[in-house]
């Protein structure tokens, strides 16, 4: 269910990674 139409919306990164602060792949963002 969590595959939705919107899927191909920003939302769902937010619901794979409700924190993007812990991505440590990509820190100069969190910089930003």
């Known amino acids: ?3 939705e139409p919107n899927s191909s ?3 769902a990164t937010l619901r ?3 924190m993007p602060r ?3 792949l990509m820190p ?3 910089d930003r």
């Open 1 to 3: 269910m969590a595959e």
């Open 9 to 11: 919306s920003p939302t």
């Open 16 to 18: 794979t990674e409700p």
């Open 22 to 24: 812990t991505i440590p």
């Open 28 to 30: 100069e963002v969190i």
